[in-house]
Every structure is written in C-alpha cells, then in structure tokens.
C-alpha cells in the first residue's frame, strides 16, 4: 500500500510527536534530556517550545555512542514499517543553510550552500506559516528525504539577501565542524573529492617524501604553500626549501591556543590569517592521510612525546592533550591509529591515564566512533573543494568598497593588488575566476 500526500504528511507528524514524546519521557534518555535542558539554560520546558528545544537534542545528542534515533527504534518495538522508514530518513537527514530559489505551492525550491545541491522540499505544515519568507533570503533549515520526497523539518532562522557574507560564513563554520556534510547526500562531490584525495597524496609524497611534516605554527604556513605551489605547478622544492621551514622546539608542551576559541564573527578571518598570525608558538603536523586527505594538526608532536619520552608525565599538561585528541571532533580514528602503529606503549599509557583496560578498537569506539561509521574526509581537503569557500574569499570585505583593478594584469604568484598581503592566486584570484 502506497501512501498519498495527506497520509504521509500525518505519518511524519506521529513520527515527529513520538519522538518528542519519548525525550521527556524514557527512563534512559528523560536524565540526560534534563542535563540538556540544564546547559542551554532552559528551566522549565512549555509547550510552545516543545519542538524548537526537541529537534536539536535528538538529531545532535548521543547516548553511549547511540544516536537519539537509534535508541528510540531500539525501544518501540512495534514500530510500522512507514515509521521505521521516516526514521531512517530522519538519521539522514540534512541540516545546513539554503538559499531560497523558489517558493512553490506546498514547499520551497533550496539550494545548500554547504553540498552545493537543490532540493524542492514539501512544508509539513500550511505555507501561511512561512509568510514573509521570500525568494534571495536565506535560511537555517533541517530537510530529510522519505519516498524518495523532500520534507522541511524545521526554520531555525532567516537572514536577508543582505547578509550573504553572514550565510556563506555560516556555511563555512558548519564545513570546519562538519566537513562530511559537503558530500553528505552529494555522491558527485563525493566523487571529486576522492579523486581530489588521490591525486594530491601522490603530490604531498612526491613533494616531501614523507606523509607527514612536523614543524611550528610559524612555518606551517610556509609548507601548505610549498605544497600548493607543487601541486598546482610541478615545481618541486629543494630539500634545503623544505629543511628551512622545519624547526624543532626546545619544549614540547600543550596548552590553550587563544585564537582556537574564535566566535563567529571574526572565525573565518583568523583562519585564513593562517597559523603564523597566532600569538603563541607551538608545534604542527602536516599530515597526508592516504584515505582522508591533508590535515594540519596542532600539538601533533607534543602528543606524540607522550608516548615516545621515558616518562609521559614530564609532557605538560599531557593528560589536557590525551583528552584534546580523543575529543576534538576534526582529529580522526585514523590520525589516533598512526600514532598507535608508531608507538608499542601507546593503549598502555593511555589506560594509565584513563584507569582503564581499554584495546585500540575499544578506545576508537568510545571516542571517534562517527569516523569508525562512515568516511570523514578532513576538512582542509574539503575546502579545496568547495565552491562556497572560493566564493567567500571575495565576500570578506564589502564587494561595493573592495578596490577595483584590471585581473588580466596581475601574476599568479605577486601580491594581491587588494592588499590582503596574500599571492593573488590565494586570494581576488579565485574570486574573479
């Protein structure tokens, strides 16, 4: 039996209500629901705010490595199959910042500004609910796929035609923090990017021999542009080149990095100020994962320290780094894996630290078990990709007060003429082309 449009927009509302039901309501999950509720200052959860609270905590929160959604299948065991599917659809689903295209009768036409993909979605609720809402603007929107049909989940938020430069910086933040979602539900950019992925480790390893480069924050700069320049123009560097941009540390140490903790205004411009720009010096790995692509790692050769020295525990802070590395989000189950392979005594120091018995597996687990669920590539190799990000390096500055200058004119490998200090192939370049 198939169902028509009204019994499909039903069913995904049951869905949806069950769901919000059962947060409040498991004696597994309702604990950890309040403790939510507690760190976005919520006191008291009203009707109104019901969903608005709701939807965040089940699409982002995990329970002992399990997803809201797959508790909540675990526990309703009488679940239709319609119900089973939605929610399969709902594990998949799309949360990102659209551009709107088109209104149409019974939903919108959205173009993702993170996966570079169009989507016509069906509204579950009447189009009157939306008013105001118009072709130009953007919004901060949940989509998911059922019946091979789009469904809007949610609005989060709406900027103006205006705010461009907010929306493309947003999509930039949310491609840093969740670089699988450019190809998520994009099989052609998946394809780019794996073929993107080949051809530059063959690149990195021909450049410097090695797949990973470790070097200071000051000169990490300096071996991503002997790299790019490599990989765009086959001009391999001397091994003198290369040595004068590695340098040791006379300490190894982990601490806070104060421009790691940027906020969303000026996020994007400390990260195309590169690691040179920061205060503090520290060390970096330049790493070329054959499977996920280029990462530049902070702290890499402080963490590695702890299981090379005679004693951990003379690394400062190395019990902040541990935890720095099994949390961070970017630093992936195969990055924890090389480190491994290098040093016999890694699982033995880190159950030192952590009281623990725990294999390598099981550590992988319990701290990157979205990197052991599916193909996370890194998200420098992502930006490499993205259209999005080319575009908004002409959207830092308003384009109405940027310098105007003849393009045709200017090298490759000279300065910008817009006075970035950056090679102009770096920066208007990609822009104007």
Same mark, same amino acid.
């Given at each position: ?247 040791? $540390?006379?300490? %190894? #140490?982990?601490?806070?990095?104060? @421009?790691?903790?940027? /906020?969303?205004?000026?996020? *994007?411009?400390? =990260? ?91 550590? $992988?687990?319990? %701290? #990157?078990?979205?990197?052991?669920? @599916?193909?996370?590539? /890194?998200?420098?190799?992502? *930006?490499?990709? =993205? ?47």
């Amino acid at each position: 039996m198939t169902l028509n449009v009204i019994e499909k927009l039903n069913t995904i509302s049951e869905v949806m209500t069950d769901l919000i039901n059962f947060v409040q309501t498991d004696k597994d999950v309702e604990p950890d629901f309040q403790e939510y509720l507690k760190t976005i200052g919520v006191k008291e959860l009203t009707p109104a705010q019901s969903q608005a609270v709701c939807m965040p905590y089940i699409f982002e929160r995990n329970i002992n490595s399990k997803n809201i959604l797959e508790i909540f299948l675990e526990k309703t065991k009488k679940a239709t199959k319609y119900a089973r599917t939605i929610i399969k659809g709902l594990t998949s689903s799309v949360s990102s910042i659209f551009e709107v295209k088109k209104i149409l009768k019974n939903g919108f036409e959205l173009y993702n500004l993170v996966n570079e993909k169009t989507y016509s979605v069906i509204s579950l609720v009447k189009m009157t609910h939306f008013r105001g809402i118009g072709v130009g603007q953007y919004v901060i929107a949940r989509i998911f796929e059922f019946e091979e049909e789009y469904y809007l989940l949610e609005i989060s938020n709406i900027l103006a035609p205006s705010q461009k430069d907010d929306a493309m910086r947003y999509a930039i933040a949310k491609i840093i923090q969740a670089p699988e979602l450019v190809y998520k539900d994009n099989s052609q950019k998946q394809k780019e990017i794996e073929k993107q992925v080949k051809k530059l480790y063959k690149k990195f390893t021909e450049c410097f021999e090695a797949e990973e480069i470790i070097t200071t924050n000051k000169l990490a700069d300096d071996i991503m542009g002997i790299f790019n320049d490599y990989a765009e123009n086959n001009k391999k560097p001397t091994k003198e080149e290369i040595s004068s941009k590695i340098q040791e $540390l006379d300490e %190894y #140490k982990f601490f806070n990095v104060e @421009e790691f903790n940027n /906020s969303y205004e000026n996020f *994007l411009e400390n =990260s195309l100020g590169g690691f040179s720009s920061h205060k503090e010096t520290y060390d970096v790995g330049i790493i070329f994962d054959e499977e996920l692509g280029l990462s530049a790692v902070p702290f890499y050769k402080t963490f590695c320290k702890i299981f090379e020295a005679k004693d951990y525990m003379k690394v400062e802070n190395y019990d902040k780094c541990v935890e720095h590395f099994l949390l961070t989000d970017g630093i992936s189950a195969n990055l924890i894996r090389r480190v491994a392979q290098k040093y016999p005594k890694f699982m033995k120091i880190i159950n030192k630290i952590y009281s623990t018995d725990m294999t390598l597996e099981e550590l $992988l687990e319990k %701290y #990157k078990p979205q990197y052991l669920k @599916e193909k996370i590539y /890194s998200s420098t190799t992502v *930006l490499y990709q =993205s259209n999005t990000f080319s575009r908004t390096l002409g959207y830092i500055e308003d384009e109405e007060n940027k310098p105007k200058f003849d393009a045709t004119t200017v090298g490759r490998n000279e300065p910008c003429p817009c006075g970035s200090g950056k090679k102009y192939k770096k920066c208007c370049m990609m822009a104007y082309s």
